[in-house]
């Protein structure tokens, strides 16, 4: 099984014939995602990779049955595409735009939450069930998605999009399959955090552990180590934080997290204490990851 996108999920991209857009697109089709449709104004009418454009999510709607969509058009932009999903019944939003002005993306949040529906990013590259369907430009090329996922039982997540890549690749070559990996996204405020979706791997039977990738800043790891010190937890959680070359380095911004480290919170150090207190294994070296994975889910299998 999955979380949030499978096999027959129908696929809509806002913003498709951008030159980003239109590619991850066919690489998308090449996997068998199923892309239903596009939406770029101006241009309804015409087609790409022989997909129909639309000029309105409304106008796609009406002739396509969209699960999800993936947003990528200009940040000013964005508030009034999400908006725009949102008011035509689309639950699952993939922003792959990033930049944009943090005013609207809280706005774009509420929207979302007042509508029951979910966000992934922005600065997202997607969602990949392997062997399932792509929702976003996660892997690549086809050919590179193959090399790097493989179907199996352990849900990725990760802020940095090419790093779900390499820990997915590392997993592979181990023999160990993937479920679902999500790239949660960089941007300073996004959709869904790791603790948003643990949920949704706890109810996936055959999700049997969960890997997850941090970086500097923020406070998502610290309020997942406490979700996990108060609730029983079914699957293990091994994770690896990124960064710590920036520990002591307070008030000093650091990569695509966009988040300002102040005093321990959100630092590297602190990140790693409160989740091995909370029981969550912490790789020291990203390449230890697959070796804990393997006797995390062999030991619950016991």
Not at 59 to 87: G, M, W, Y
Not at 198 to 226: F, N, R
Not at 282 to 292: N, R, T
Request: contains cysteine; negative net charge; aromatic residues 4%.
């Amino acid at each position: 099984m999955s979380i949030l996108v499978k096999a027959d999920t129908q696929i809509l991209v806002q913003g498709i014939t951008g030159r980003e857009a239109a590619t991850f697109t066919r690489e998308s089709l090449d996997y068998g995602a199923k892309i239903v449709a596009g939406v770029t104004p101006g241009k309804g009418g015409m087609t790409l990779h022989q997909l129909p454009v639309y000029d309105s999510v409304a106008e796609a709607v009406q002739q396509h049955r969209c699960d999800a969509t993936v947003i990528s058009v200009p940040a000013p932009f964005v508030l009034d595409a999400v908006l725009e999903a949102l008011f035509n019944g689309i639950k699952l939003l993939v922003i792959v735009t990033e930049r944009i002005p943090r005013r609207d993306v809280v706005m774009l949040l509420e929207a979302a939450a007042a509508h029951d529906a979910r966000v992934i990013g922005p600065n997202s590259l997607g969602i990949i069930s392997p062997g399932q369907t792509r929702v976003g430009m996660a892997g690549g090329a086809v050919d590179a998605i193959h090399r790097a996922y493989m179907p199996g039982c352990v849900g990725v997540v990760s802020r940095s999009g090419g790093m779900m890549t390499e820990i997915a690749s590392m997993l592979t070559q181990k023999g160990i399959g993937q479920s679902t990996c999500v790239s949660i996204g960089g941007d300073p405020i996004v959709g869904s955090t790791m603790l948003d979706l643990l949920p949704l791997y706890e109810d996936d039977p055959d999700t049997k552990a969960i890997v997850m990738y941090a970086e500097p800043g923020g406070s998502a790891e610290e309020c997942l180590a406490e979700y996990v010190m108060a609730h029983s937890i079914r699957i293990p959680i091994i994770a690896f934080v990124a960064g710590r070359f920036t520990d002591g380095m307070q008030g000093i911004r650091f990569g695509h997290a966009g988040t300002i480290v102040e005093g321990d919170k959100g630092s590297p150090a602190g990140k790693i204490r409160v989740l091995r207190e909370s029981g969550v294994l912490v790789a020291d070296k990203l390449s230890q990851v697959p070796e804990l994975v393997k006797a995390a889910v062999e030991s619950r299998e016991v």
